[in-house]
C-alpha cells in the first residue's frame, strides 16, 4: 500500500502507543518479512490506514 503523493508534504505528528511484547515481536517480524523491509512505523502506518478504511466501509453498510 502507498500513500497518495502530494505536491506539499503533509505535516508529521508523534503518536505513542502501549502495546504488550507480544505484539511488538509480531509486528518486528511482518516489517522484516516483506519483501523489501520496512520500518516498523510504516508498517504500522500501513495497518491503520487499513483498519480506519475498513471501519469506515462497515459503518457505511450499517
Known amino acids: 500500500m502507498r ?3 502530494s ?3 503533509e505535516r508529521i505528528v ?3 502507543v502501549d502495546m504488550p ?3 511488538h515481536q509480531q509486528l518486528s ?3 522484516t518479512r516483506l519483501k523489501r523491509k520496512k520500518k516498523k512505523a510504516v508498517v504500522v ?6 483498519a ?3 471501519l469506515e466501509e462497515d459503518a457505511v453498510v450499517e
Open 29 to 31: 517480524e511482518a516489517a
Open 21 to 23: 511484547e507480544s505484539l
Open 14 to 16: 508523534r503518536f505513542t
Open 7 to 9: 505536491t506539499t508534504p
Open 3 to 5: 500513500a497518495p503523493q
Open 52 to 54: 480506519l478504511k475498513d
Open 45 to 50: 502506518r500501513m495497518a491503520l490506514e487499513q
